[in-house]
């Protein structure tokens, strides 16, 4: 007798019965880890994920119970969980559990994003939230509703897996406005410029000097003056080493003088928009042409959160393309939303579903209160090293990340606290080249982090600096 297949997710019974498993096996793994990430390093890591695992395909299977318990239980043990306090070392966030249930709805129902009748509501949704996001990065005057920037066009957003395939399609759009465009970047912009202009061929970027983190105006300007064609900028909001802002006025202002397009990589510190206290740092971020922002940094969701947002929906016209059984013509004519140009992707997750939860239960002062406690830890954090004796601070924060270093001690043993921290599961910190220095990185992007947690980094580093 033939064996009933596995029940679908559709089956909310089934799907109900399996989620105790699940949250047992998280919480059970992350008691036994004991901390921010597994101690052992990577070879003791994959022992233990692969005894527990045993065979990847054995011949006989063991059941979904056991399954979810095993292999979940071995994640858990063996992460490096960001929603822990001593977890600060990358732009790597704690999602929020509404966020994750929202996920779930969009695992369970699975509509993919590439054509209408695949995901009508999905779809509906998508629009909705993405215009919203790109109104509040490119406001519109209540009169027109054009962008206050702009005599003409209106904002738009693409989802994207994050800041990396954002940076990508801004390259994109700019080169298919014109052909032969040069790329300008700060020499503290994202590695991604870099690969995004190898992988459309164009030529290598320009870098403009970043003294100080952000970007030279006055290098900027001597560059823009001796290059010829088409040019794009691209700026950086929230940099990865540093969390630091370019000077965007100036360069918007630049830009303008000298007829470039202006693209800004707001990656890190777009969501400062939701904060009344904080929004005033992105001054000029309206005056770009395009801007990346990943809600999976400083907007608590899972992974990946990103969207390109464009100041004139019209530039994304170049993205369209056909294929008969997804956008037919006579479909499209008919009223069938055309999808195949939201993305360079076809077949992708419905990753607005969470954001529009989180959106709609949070509101804009929820998220904006979420971005204020982390810059709050990142001051604090800050002033906690000030008056430690033995620690030198490489700048007061801009964003949430915290540059720091035991004093007097050469970069590879700066490296090798970080190291050790790891080795031992104590502590996740990042690194980072600033002034030609390794320096010590923090990236607190956890509200519920406590003074105590704060105080707690400090000790361990200062525990773990040779004397």
């Given at each position: 007798?033939?064996?009933?297949?596995?029940?679908?997710?559709?089956?909310?019974?089934?799907?109900?019965?399996?989620l105790p498993t699940v949250l047992d096996a998280l919480h059970d793994g992350?008691?036994?880890?004991?901390?921010?990430?597994?101690?052992?390093?990577?070879?003791?890591?994959?022992?233990?994920?692969?005894?527990?695992?045993?065979?990847?395909?054995?011949?006989?299977?063991?059941?979904?119970?056991?399954?979810?318990?095993?292999?979940?239980?071995?994640?858990?043990?063996?992460?490096?969980?960001?929603?822990?306090?001593?977890?600060?070392?990358?732009?790597?966030?704690?999602?929020?559990?509404?966020?994750?249930?929202?996920?779930?709805?969009?695992?369970?129902?699975?509509?993919?994003?590439?054509?209408?009748?695949?995901?009508?509501?999905?779809?509906?949704?998508?629009?909705?939230?993405?215009?919203?996001?790109?109104?509040?990065?490119?406001?519109?005057?209540?009169?027109?509703?054009?962008?206050?920037?702009?005599?003409?066009?209106?904002?738009?957003?693409?989802?994207?897996?994050?800041?990396?395939?954002?940076?990508?399609?801004?390259?994109?759009?700019?080169?298919?406005?014109?052909?032969?465009?040069?790329?300008?970047?700060?020499?503290?912009?994202?590695?991604?410029?870099?690969?995004?202009?190898?992988?459309?061929?164009?030529?290598?970027?320009?870098?403009?000097?970043?003294?100080?983190?952000?970007?030279?105006?006055?290098?900027?300007?001597?560059?823009?003056?001796?290059?010829?064609?088409?040019?794009?900028?691209?700026?950086?909001?929230?940099?990865?080493?540093?969390?630091?802002?370019?000077?965007?006025?100036?360069?918007?202002?630049?830009?303008?003088?000298?007829?470039?397009?202006?693209?800004?990589?707001?990656?890190?510190?777009?969501?400062?928009?939701?904060?009344?206290?904080?929004?005033?740092?992105?001054?000029?971020?309206?005056?770009?042409?395009?801007?990346?922002?990943?809600?999976?940094?400083?907007?608590?969701?899972?992974?990946?959160?990103g969207i390109l947002a464009v100041r004139d929906a019209t530039d994304l016209?170049?993205?369209?393309?056909?294929?008969?059984?997804?956008?037919?013509?006579?479909?499209?004519?008919?009223?069938?939303?055309?999808?195949?140009?939201?993305?360079?992707?076809?077949?992708?997750?419905?990753?607005?579903?969470?954001?529009?939860?989180?959106?709609?239960?949070?509101?804009?002062?929820?998220?904006?209160?979420?971005?204020?406690?982390?810059?709050?830890?990142?001051?604090?954090?800050?002033?906690?090293?000030?008056?430690?004796?033995?620690?030198?601070?490489?700048?007061?924060?801009?964003?949430?990340?915290?540059?720091?270093?035991?004093?007097?001690?050469?970069?590879?043993?700066?490296?090798?606290?970080?190291?050790?921290?790891?080795?031992?599961?104590?502590?996740?910190?990042?690194?980072?080249?600033?002034?030609?220095?390794?320096?010590?990185?923090?990236?607190?992007?956890?509200?519920?982090?406590?003074?105590?947690?704060?105080?707690?980094?400090?000790?361990?580093?200062?525990?773990?600096?040779?004397?």
């Amino acid at each position: 007798m033939r064996a009933e297949p596995p029940p679908l997710a559709a089956d909310s019974t089934a799907l109900r019965a399996l989620l105790p498993t699940v949250l047992d096996a998280l919480h059970d793994g992350a008691a036994a880890r004991r901390g921010p990430l597994p101690a052992g390093g990577p070879e003791a890591v994959t022992r233990q994920v692969r005894e527990a695992l045993g065979e990847a395909l054995p011949e006989k299977g063991t059941g979904p119970d056991e399954a979810l318990r095993a292999v979940v239980h071995a994640l858990a043990a063996g992460a490096a969980d960001p929603a822990h306090s001593l977890c600060a070392a990358h732009l790597h966030t704690p999602p929020l559990a509404l966020a994750v249930a929202a996920d779930l709805a969009a695992s369970a129902l699975n509509p993919s994003m590439d054509s209408w009748d695949q995901a009508p509501a999905a779809s509906a949704l998508e629009a909705l939230v993405t215009t919203a996001l790109a109104t509040e990065i490119f406001p519109t005057t209540a009169e027109t509703g054009t962008p206050a920037t702009s005599e003409t066009g209106t904002p738009d957003a693409l989802v994207t897996t994050g800041g990396t395939e954002s940076n990508q399609l801004a390259l994109l759009l700019a080169r298919e406005r014109q052909a032969h465009t040069r790329v300008v970047v700060g020499a503290n912009a994202h590695h991604s410029f870099h690969r995004a202009a190898w992988l459309l061929g164009l030529p290598e970027p320009v870098t403009v000097p970043a003294p100080n983190g952000t970007m030279d105006p006055v290098a900027l300007d001597e560059a823009l003056t001796d290059l010829g064609g088409p040019l794009l900028v691209a700026a950086t909001a929230g940099t990865t080493d540093a969390g630091q802002i370019d000077p965007l006025p100036e360069i918007a202002d630049l830009c303008a003088a000298h007829g470039a397009d202006l693209h800004v990589d707001a990656a890190y510190g777009g969501p400062l928009l939701f904060s009344d206290t904080h929004r005033a740092l992105l001054a000029g971020l309206d005056r770009a042409r395009t801007v990346t922002v990943d809600l999976h940094k400083l907007g608590w969701q899972p992974a990946a959160a990103g969207i390109l947002a464009v100041r004139d929906a019209t530039d994304l016209a170049v993205l369209a393309h056909t294929a008969d059984y997804l956008n037919a013509d006579d479909d499209t004519e008919a009223g069938l939303p055309d999808l195949l140009g939201r993305s360079l992707r076809t077949t992708r997750r419905p990753d607005v579903i969470k954001t529009a939860v989180t959106l709609r239960a949070l509101g804009r002062t929820g998220l904006g209160a979420l971005v204020d406690a982390c810059m709050d830890r990142a001051r604090h954090l800050a002033d906690l090293v000030e008056k430690a004796p033995g620690l030198e601070l490489y700048a007061r924060p801009t964003l949430t990340t915290v540059l720091f270093r035991p004093h007097d001690l050469p970069d590879g043993a700066v490296a090798a606290v970080r190291r050790t921290l790891l080795a031992e599961g104590r502590a996740v910190l990042g690194r980072a080249t600033a002034d030609g220095r390794t320096w010590l990185k923090a990236t607190l992007l956890n509200p519920h982090a406590t003074p105590g947690d704060l105080e707690e980094i400090i000790t361990l580093v200062e525990g773990s600096t040779p004397r």
